[in-house]
């Protein structure tokens, strides 16, 4: 162990992790129910730090995940269920009187999770942290969003839709269009959806292979052709009930592999919040031009919306633009946003599902976080599982946290399971601060083929 960390450490021993049980804050909360069970969906990153804090809730009693990882099997139970069965979880939360449902990733809510429970009497009364599936559809289909930002008048950059019916007037299309140029495969189709074209001919080659050839099946049954905006990107975290509306800490995720940003794009290998060049003025900009007028367009449009929505947004010059939206939070800017939220999540949730948001407000640590994600040899291509994680039971820091994303529990071995294997995550100072932290713990850590990008937070470094 070099000498500079042995000094640093602190003597707690724990395996991941702590899920400290209550803080000290018990009585602010006196018009919330206690002990409300909770199930959570979801098995990554995001799902642990999601876990981890709702854990230290006041309001927590039991908390299951579905199905979780080694990591969230330290803050409750994971149970073995698919969060795309939507009958089984509903029997699972009849039989466990859960509460509350947050919904971690993207996939059951633009499935209509949340409308199946809504149509059940007995699934009513649980409330559902996420949006109704019209309301996914934001993240679901590519051309509803930028439809529903048009409407709305939010600046995004401008597009053109195409199908097999009009995938002629596509190509001629393409043919003039400025370069670089964005095509995007209208539906969900696991991050690998977007592609940048150089040239007109890689451009007309990727409609061909989305439309005629159907690259992503159903996904790819429309294409969004948009103009490509050259500007610097954040990630923006709003909770909303469809009324009112409260604006996490924001975020920046680096997803290529490679460091200085290069190489293949990949779920984020790491995050940082807050994001320095989002001063006040920006931030305002971001919630006058964008944030208000889609919680507005929500509204207007009779949408069912009781959850977390992620505005992808990029700054050109001064100014904000919408890349995306997501119905969910992101992974890994969860691991960074979550540190820095000092309220009591699951009374927050619970505002938000009873539609009191406007009498809440978000407490934010005035310290940076940092999150660096381990991941395994050869990822995002293939890549080998059930390696053996090293060092995650020596001593920590308490300032840093090690979240569990792809790795599973076996005979008492945390063995690898995916291919980002662990967010470790870290408060600092500033944010060179945070990632120094970060990077000083992933020492201690290893498996066979781990890799990591050192270079997280470079530009503000
Ligand atoms: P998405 O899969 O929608 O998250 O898009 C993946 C990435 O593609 C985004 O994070 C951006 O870096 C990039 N991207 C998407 N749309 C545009 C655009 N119009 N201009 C520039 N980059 C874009
Ligand atoms: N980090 C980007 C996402 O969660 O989609």
């Not at 009693?61 to 073995?80: E, F, K, R, S, W």
């Not at 095509?183 to 292979?209: M, R």
Request: aromatic fraction near 8%.
């Amino acid at each position: 162990m070099p000498a500079i960390l042995t000094a640093a450490i602190e003597s707690v021993s724990l395996r991941s992790v702590g899920c400290p049980n209550r803080p000290s804050q018990i009585g602010i909360y006196a018009s919330n129910s206690y002990d409300m069970n909770v199930l959570l969906l979801g098995s990554g990153g995001r799902e642990h730090a999601l876990a981890w804090k709702i854990r230290q809730s006041a309001l927590c009693g039991a908390l299951y995940i579905a199905p979780g990882n080694a990591g969230t099997a330290q803050c409750g139970t994971n149970v073995d269920l698919d969060p795309l069965d939507f009958s089984a979880l509903g029997r699972f939360c009849l039989e466990q009187s859960v509460r509350m449902m947050v919904v971690g990733p993207e996939e059951p809510l633009v499935r209509g999770i949340v409308d199946f429970f809504a149509a059940d009497a007995a699934l009513q009364q649980i409330a559902v942290i996420g949006p109704s599936a019209r309301g996914a559809q934001l993240e679901g289909s590519k051309a509803f969003a930028k439809a529903f930002m048009q409407r709305h008048g939010i600046p995004t950059a401008d597009y053109r839709e195409f199908d097999l019916s009009n995938y002629s007037a596509g190509v001629e299309y393409l043919k003039t269009h400025a370069l670089p140029v964005v095509l995007k495969a209208d539906g969900l189709a696991a991050g690998k959806g977007v592609v940048i074209a150089q040239s007109h001919l890689e451009a007309i080659a990727e409609l061909e292979l989305m439309l005629p050839y159907a690259k992503f099946g159903e996904a790819s049954r429309k294409v969004v052709v948009e103009e490509y905006l050259d500007g610097i990107e954040l990630s923006l975290f709003v909770v909303t009930d469809g009324n009112d509306y409260l604006i996490l800490p924001e975020a920046k995720d680096y997803k290529r592999i490679g460091e200085g940003d290069t190489g293949l794009n990949t779920g984020g290998m790491g995050a940082v919040s807050p994001v320095p060049f989002a001063d006040a003025a920006f931030l305002e900009k971001v919630r006058t031009r964008i944030v208000e007028p889609t919680i507005q367009g929500i509204r207007q449009e009779g949408i069912e919306y009781r959850g977390f929505l992620f505005i992808g947004l990029t700054k050109v010059g001064d100014d904000p633009y919408v890349i995306e939206y997501n119905c969910r939070m992101g992974d890994p800017e969860t691991e960074v946003v979550i540190l820095r939220l000092q309220n009591d999540l699951l009374a927050l949730l619970q505002d938000l599902a009873a539609g009191r948001l406007a009498a809440s407000q978000v407490h934010t640590d005035p310290r940076a976080a940092a999150t660096v994600v381990l991941v395994s040899g050869g990822y995002p291509g293939p890549y080998e599982k059930g390696m053996e994680v090293d060092g995650l039971d020596i001593l920590r820091e308490d300032d840093v946290l090690v979240f569990h994303a792809g790795t599973q529990e076996q005979e008492q071995k945390i063995l690898t399971s995916g291919g980002r294997v662990l967010a470790v995550s870290a408060y600092g100072e500033d944010i060179p601060g945070a990632v120094r932290r970060s990077l000083r713990i992933i020492d201690f850590i290893g498996f066979d083929g781990m890799y990591f990008r050192r270079d997280i937070g470079h530009e503000f470094l």
